[in-house]
Every structure is written in C-alpha cells, then in structure tokens.
C-alpha cells in the first residue's frame, strides 16, 4: 500500500461493512481482534478496498491476548489477497518479527503503532516513539490521549518535524481535547486516518464517522500531500 498521500481507513471488524465504506474511504482496516472467524472472512473478502489487518493485544487496547495464537494469525493474514498492509505494536515488535518478515516477503507495508491511553508524553517521547517505530516499519504510528489543547500542538509539531526529516507516520491524539487532531494532522504530514463506518462502532475514543472525517479532510486541504 502507498502511504506516500494520505490513507482515510474505515474501522471495522465486519468486512461486510466494505460496500458502504466505499464511497469515504481509501482503504479498510480489518481488526481481527474484535471478530471471531477473522482469518475465514478474509479468506472470503472480495471487496474492492485494500485491507489493513491488525490483531491488537489487550495491554495496546483491543481484545486479542498475548499470545502465540495472536501472532499466527496476523502471519497468516498477510499472506491472503486483498490484505495490502498490517499494524503491529512497537513494544511487541521481537514477537512480531515473523509477521514482519512474512510481510516483506508478501510486499505488505508494515505499519509500527504505539499506543497511550493514559496522557501526552513529553516532546522528547513522542519524537523517540515514533523514530522507533518507523526504523522497523514502513509507517511509524503514534496515538496518544490529549488532555489540552497543548497536548496537542506537541504532537502536530512532531509529526511536522518527522515528516520534513523524511518519516512516513501516522499520527492522531484521542479523547475530546484531541478530537479535532484526526481532521488537522494530516496537513502536518499524518498519512493514515481512521474513523468507523457506523460511530455507534468506533474502535477508539475520539473518532468522527467515516463521512464527516472524509468532508472535514477535503474542507481543509482537498489535497493533503506534503
């Protein structure tokens, strides 16, 4: 997948849910996690959207647990049609070493992600995360949780810097004092978005419907390369 402009991702654990994602998005990521049968509806996928496939593990928020099961799975995922890009975490990234050999060897882009629930780092954090994360994937991806406005601006300024250094991420701040990040961060050189088809699903806190995010994107910058 080309991350190289930015990639608006539908959220979903329904792959059924592709057709109305069509219209908004530019690819689909497909959390195996929150889906029993995740490996057979992929094998069935015929849909016309890339599929980004993660399989997120409790202590990173999702539902998967910490085991080899968990690894197996997103090994074999890389290797089906349709499957174009995998997320896995930063801090799991020697467990992983499979899925990311597996994934070169199937010319799948590999999105390193990390994950705070809690707070903001400091600058200093935040740049060190994400130049760890993009030394072992091909998109280095940071979401943390604003608590203010600042919060925020320390993330956006980050991702401005990675991104002029030649970085390719992906950056988002959650919760309500970062809601407006998923719509802006893009001007500063975010590459992915995620948002879900229906908001009664959202996969994480903060994120606007598929339609309205896809609108406000356009409205800002109709053309967001950097």
């Known amino acids: 997948m080309d991350f190289q402009q930015f990639v608006l991702a539908?959220?979903?654990a329904t792959l059924g849910e592709e057709p109305a994602a069509r219209e908004n998005a530019d690819a689909l990521e497909f959390r195996l996690d929150l889906t029993a049968g995740g490996l057979e509806s992929l094998r069935s996928y015929d849909g016309s959207l890339p599929l980004i496939v993660t399989n997120r593990v409790e202590w990173e928020g999702g539902q998967a647990p910490d085991d080899p099961d968990r690894i197996e799975q997103l090994q074999a995922a890389v290797e089906l049609p349709g499957v174009e890009a995998v997320d896995v975490e930063l801090e799991a990234i020697d467990a992983c070493r499979p899925v990311?050999?597996?994934?070169?060897e199937e010319d799948v882009s590999v999105i390193v992600s990390s994950h705070d629930f809690e707070g903001t780092p400091a600058r200093s954090e935040l740049e060190s995360t994400l130049e760890r994360a993009c030394e072992h994937g091909d998109v280095g991806k940071l979401a943390v949780t604003a608590q203010s406005p600042d919060d925020v601006l320390d993330l956006l300024s980050v991702t401005r810097s990675c991104t002029v250094d030649g970085s390719t991420v992906a950056t988002?701040?959650?919760?309500?004092?970062g809601r407006h990040s998923r719509a802006v961060a893009p001007l500063y050189g975010s590459r992915i978005g995620y948002a879900p088809v229906d908001p009664a699903r959202a996969?994480?806190?903060g994120q606007y419907a598929l339609e309205e995010l896809r609108s406000l994107i356009t409205q800002l910058q109709p053309n967001t390369t950097v």
């Open 100 to 104: 990311v050999e597996t994934a070169r």
């Open 203 to 205: 996969t994480a806190p």
């Open 10 to 12: 539908a959220s979903t």
């Open 172 to 177: 988002m701040a959650m919760g309500e004092a």
